[in-house]
């Protein structure tokens, strides 16, 4: 009871499953969202012809889990797998970023600096807070040259049956291959898979969702 994963009945001496029970459901789904989602960047891949990576928060940390290289002779270096301090200027990170209350943005992003990584690199936090509402307002986040120069990715978010966000999926592209229908065509599969898996997880559709189905 003390660690909130049971708490008394009422109105009868039985218990009952607590709120912490959710935590745990949660590491539970990370945990298992690499094997969940692996048919979907294979997808992607294969449609792209492009690298995609999943990516999810854990505790303060932006970690990607899995990986598939892209099909060309060029291609992007768009970072391996592991943890890595740049959650502000991802695709991946700032489509999980978009949906946290904005004292845990800070609290992350400030967790480990907002470094320049490259000239277009969002180094301000309330410019990142406005450029995470228009990720809210989208359902998509770009990272157009903020992490690695001459790189494009566009990424979106994954979420359960609660609603929270468990992971994230980005497609990236050289720069010389970043034509308006090959990044919408990207954005497309991206959107389309974690829509799949999201829905996969049970979570509800968002509003944006709702207004606007694929």
């Given at each position: 009871?003390q660690?909130?994963f049971v708490t008394?009945?009422l109105g009868?001496r039985g218990?009952a499953?607590?709120?912490?029970?959710?935590?745990?459901?949660?590491?539970?789904l990370?945990?298992?969202l690499?094997r969940?989602?692996?048919?979907?960047?294979?997808?992607?891949n294969?449609?792209t012809?492009?690298?995609?990576?999943?990516?999810?928060l854990q505790?303060?940390?932006l970690?990607?889990?899995?990986?598939?290289?892209?099909?060309h002779?060029?291609?992007?270096?768009a970072?391996?797998l592991?943890?890595?301090?740049?959650?502000h200027?991802?695709?991946?990170?700032?489509?999980?970023?978009?949906?946290?209350?904005?004292?845990?943005?800070?609290?992350?992003?400030m967790?480990?600096?907002?470094?320049?990584?490259?000239?277009?690199?969002?180094?301000d936090?309330d410019?990142?807070?406005?450029?995470?509402?228009?990720v809210r307002r989208?359902?998509?986040?770009?990272?157009?040259?903020e992490?690695?120069?001459?790189?494009v990715?566009v990424?979106?978010?994954?979420?359960?049956h609660?609603g929270?966000v468990?992971?994230?999926?980005?497609a990236?592209t050289?720069?010389?291959?970043?034509?308006?229908d090959?990044?919408a065509h990207m954005?497309d599969?991206?959107v389309?898979?974690?829509?799949?898996?999201?829905?996969?997880l049970?979570?509800p559709p968002?509003?944006?969702?709702?207004a606007?189905p694929l």
């Amino acid at each position: 009871m003390q660690r909130g994963f049971v708490t008394k009945g009422l109105g009868r001496r039985g218990y009952a499953l607590g709120a912490r029970i959710l935590y745990l459901s949660h590491a539970c789904l990370q945990v298992d969202l690499p094997r969940r989602a692996q048919s979907a960047l294979d997808r992607i891949n294969q449609s792209t012809g492009e690298t995609v990576h999943l990516a999810a928060l854990q505790g303060d940390e932006l970690v990607t889990v899995l990986k598939r290289e892209a099909r060309h002779a060029v291609r992007v270096d768009a970072g391996a797998l592991g943890t890595s301090d740049a959650a502000h200027a991802t695709a991946t990170g700032k489509a999980m970023l978009a949906w946290l209350p904005e004292d845990e943005i800070r609290r992350i992003v400030m967790a480990h600096g907002m470094t320049r990584f490259t000239p277009h690199t969002i180094t301000d936090f309330d410019a990142l807070i406005e450029a995470l509402r228009l990720v809210r307002r989208n359902g998509f986040s770009f990272d157009r040259e903020e992490f690695r120069p001459g790189v494009v990715c566009v990424g979106a978010a994954i979420r359960d049956h609660s609603g929270g966000v468990v992971g994230s999926i980005s497609a990236s592209t050289p720069t010389m291959r970043a034509s308006d229908d090959h990044i919408a065509h990207m954005r497309d599969e991206v959107v389309a898979a974690t829509r799949a898996l999201s829905a996969e997880l049970g979570a509800p559709p968002t509003a944006h969702e709702r207004a606007k189905p694929l």
